[in-house]
């Protein structure tokens, strides 16, 4: 069923599965500035919207995911090897049935092992009213860190949490090693299955986190697609300062055409409110970047999208100028649900042609994906 | 005739159509989910124009992005100017930015599919 051109294919499928696990995940690897932690807060703050119902657990994700991600901010040069992959920031959240998962990830130098460990004991030993003493102790005494206060930043993460902090420390080289960190906000108390709760999904983190790395994937989001989160992707490759401004422009109509066929056109099996499910992730491949994104649709309209997408591959350069003139002044189809201009300007722009995948998932709907080179 | 301003949105352009002054202009983004409804006053503004236009039109782009939903109205307005420029002088200002090519390959291909001026200006 699969094209030949669609790469990743396997990950795309890993993705799928993670999909109808989980009712929202976001993942960003590499550089972090204001402007991508903003991206991610109004992204996740989207989904939080549309799913949270408790205002309280609402506050508590955005303040751990601010925390954390100054947290990154702050960190990532901490080490000298800023050139391998190995050492890109990174940002996770993934929200599975009612339990959120918020986990940051930085390269720091050995060195540093020892004072951080020794921190979050300290943190992990107090209960709730010695961390609320802990924090203004720390607060008046000023005892920051030369970068501004993690310190408190990890009190402040635990006490919003309700629950211990975990951490590991994976080595990358004979100097450096990644420090993950990851909290598990809830408003029950889980202490008694905790530990293992929070190990197994450490575990999964850094099991996805290899798979990115190797991959070289630079974001996956899995939530609603609505023009809101839409700008808040968009945001997120603004913000990607890597690529070169006409790299930059390219990448950005390209996700806007991707993603706008997706609320658009996509369809919606769990009714969920606020927008239908759909996946985007951005993966790097010899200096090229591969887009891939992916929602269900009826199975009644898949025929109809595999077929314009072939059509649109097979045209030559001449005749996909003239296809494309000829729907840009046809207005017949404006309120029709087929595919015109958007599959054809996702080809004329990026210069390949459109990768697409497709998996039947029962009689009703079928997941569809499509890749972009660019 | 009235004028009418649209301050811009995230995703959606500045418009500026003041006839006393002689001033059209779209202008920022142009990505909203439904184009139609958002370019439908526009293109009344436009039709209501033509009847009535000054001695000389520019009409500027000065759009940062678009999606193709966005570029199939702007197509419905470069038409209606395409009518009014068979008896006045109508002149498109199309701008785009130094490194987005794509912009500028926009504006060439709506130059070739409608009659009417264009003047191409570079924003660096």
Same mark, same amino acid.
């Given at each position: $069923?699969?094209?030949?051109? @669609?790469?990743?294919?396997?990950?795309?499928?890993? %993705?799928?599965?993670?999909?109808?696990?989980?009712?929202?995940? =976001?993942?960003?690897?590499?550089? @972090?500035?204001?402007?991508?932690?903003?991206? #991610?807060?109004?992204?996740?703050?989207?989904?939080?919207?549309?799913?949270?119902?408790?205002?309280? $657990?609402?506050?508590?994700?955005?303040?751990?995911?601010?925390?954390?991600?100054?947290?990154?901010?702050?960190?990532?040069?901490?080490?000298?090897?800023?050139? #391998?992959?190995?050492?890109?920031?990174?940002?996770?959240?993934?929200?599975?049935?009612? /339990?959120?998962?918020?986990?940051?990830?930085?390269?720091?130098?050995?060195?540093?092992?020892?004072?951080?460990?020794?921190?979050?004991? +300290?943190?992990?030993?107090?209960?709730?009213?010695?961390? /609320?003493?802990?924090?203004?102790?720390?607060?008046?005494?000023?005892?920051?860190?030369?970068?501004?206060?993690?310190?408190?930043?990890?009190?402040?993460?635990?006490? /919003?949490?309700?629950?211990? %902090?975990?951490?590991?420390? #994976?080595?990358?080289?004979?100097?450096?090693?990644?420090? =993950?960190?990851?909290?598990?906000?809830? %408003?029950?108390?889980?202490?008694?299955?905790?530990?293992?709760?929070?190990?197994?999904?450490?575990?999964?983190?850094?099991? !996805?986190?290899?798979?990115?790395? +190797?991959?070289?994937?630079?974001? !996956? =989001?899995?939530?609603?697609?609505?023009?809101?989160?839409?700008?808040?992707?968009?945001?997120? #490759?603004?913000?990607?300062?890597?690529?070169?401004?006409?790299?930059?422009?390219? $990448?950005?109509?390209?996700?806007?055409?991707?993603?706008?066929?997706?609320?658009?056109?996509?369809?919606?099996?769990?009714?969920?409110?606020? *927008?239908?499910?759909?996946?985007?992730?951005?993966?790097?491949?010899? *200096?090229?970047?591969?887009?891939?994104?992916?929602?269900? $649709?009826?199975?009644?309209?898949?025929?109809?999208?595999?077929?314009?997408?072939?059509?649109?591959?097979?045209?030559?350069?001449?005749?996909?100028?003239?296809?494309?003139?000829?729907?840009? @002044?046809?207005?017949?189809?404006?309120?029709?649900?087929?595919?015109?201009?958007?599959? !054809?300007? %996702?080809?004329?722009?990026?210069?390949?042609?459109?990768?697409?995948?497709?998996?039947?998932?029962?009689?009703?709907?079928?997941?569809?994906?499509?890749? !972009?080179?660019? | 005739?009235?004028?009418?301003?649209?301050?811009?949105?995230?995703?959606? &352009?500045?418009?500026?159509?003041?006839?006393?002054?002689?001033?059209?202009?779209?202008?920022?983004?142009?990505? &909203?989910?439904?184009?139609?409804?958002?370019?439908? &006053?526009?293109?009344?503004?436009?039709?209501?124009?033509?009847?009535? &236009?000054?001695?000389?039109?520019?009409?500027?782009?000065?759009?940062?992005?678009?999606?193709?939903?966005?570029?199939?109205?702007?197509?419905?307005?470069?038409?209606?100017?395409?009518?009014?420029?068979?008896?006045?002088?109508?002149?498109?200002?199309?701008?785009?930015?130094?490194?987005?090519?794509?912009?500028?390959?926009?504006?060439?291909?709506?130059?070739?599919?409608?009659?009417?001026?264009?003047?191409?200006?570079?924003?660096?």
């Amino acid at each position: $069923m699969a094209t030949t051109e @669609f790469e990743n294919l396997k990950f795309s499928l890993s %993705l799928f599965d993670a999909m109808q696990k989980d009712n929202l995940s =976001y993942v960003y690897r590499g550089f @972090f500035n204001q402007q991508i932690t903003d991206s #991610i807060l109004s992204l996740t703050e989207v989904n939080l919207q549309t799913e949270e119902q408790s205002s309280k $657990m609402k506050k508590r994700v955005y303040a751990i995911m601010v925390e954390g991600l100054q947290n990154i901010t702050r960190h990532q040069n901490d080490t000298a090897n800023k050139n #391998i992959q190995s050492t890109h920031g990174l940002f996770i959240i993934k929200r599975n049935e009612d /339990k959120y998962y918020i986990t940051t990830g930085n390269a720091t130098d050995k060195k540093s092992i020892p004072v951080i460990t020794k921190l979050i004991e +300290k943190i992990n030993s107090l209960d709730k009213d010695e961390l /609320k003493v802990y924090y203004k102790q720390v607060l008046n005494e000023g005892e920051l860190s030369d970068k501004g206060g993690a310190g408190l930043g990890l009190i402040d993460m635990a006490r /919003k949490s309700g629950n211990k %902090l975990s951490y590991r420390f #994976i080595d990358i080289n004979e100097n450096d090693t990644y420090f =993950y960190l990851h909290t598990i906000p809830t %408003l029950k108390d889980l202490s008694t299955d905790f530990n293992k709760v929070a190990k197994d999904s450490l575990d999964n983190i850094v099991e !996805i986190h290899n798979t990115l790395n +190797k991959e070289d994937i630079r974001l !996956i =989001y899995n939530g609603v697609m609505n023009q809101e989160s839409l700008k808040g992707l968009l945001q997120t #490759i603004e913000g990607h300062l890597s690529d070169s401004a006409d790299q930059k422009n390219k $990448m950005f109509y390209i996700v806007m055409e991707m993603l706008q066929n997706i609320v658009k056109h996509a369809s919606n099996p769990n009714n969920e409110e606020g *927008g239908n499910p759909g996946i985007f992730f951005i993966s790097e491949n010899n *200096g090229k970047h591969l887009l891939t994104a992916g929602n269900y $649709m009826k199975n009644e309209h898949v025929k109809e999208l595999n077929d314009k997408i072939k059509y649109v591959n097979n045209l030559s350069d001449k005749e996909m100028d003239d296809y494309y003139n000829h729907s840009l @002044f046809d207005f017949e189809i404006d309120d029709s649900k087929k595919a015109g201009l958007g599959i !054809i300007d %996702l080809r004329l722009k990026s210069g390949n042609k459109i990768g697409h995948f497709l998996k039947e998932i029962d009689n009703n709907y079928t997941f569809f994906s499509l890749q !972009i080179q660019i | 005739m009235e004028k009418l301003i649209i301050e811009k949105t995230s995703d959606t &352009p500045k418009v500026i159509l003041d006839y006393d002054n002689g001033k059209i202009e779209i202008s920022e983004r142009s990505l &909203p989910e439904n184009a139609i409804d958002f370019y439908a &006053p526009v293109i009344d503004w436009f039709n209501d124009y033509s009847k009535n &236009p000054n001695s000389d039109t520019v009409v500027e782009f000065k759009l940062e992005y678009f999606n193709t939903s966005s570029a199939k109205q702007i197509a419905k307005i470069l038409l209606l100017l395409q009518k009014l420029a068979e008896n006045n002088n109508v002149l498109i200002k199309w701008y785009y930015s130094s490194s987005d090519s794509d912009m500028h390959s926009s504006g060439i291909r709506y130059s070739k599919l409608v009659k009417v001026n264009f003047e191409f200006i570079e924003i660096k």
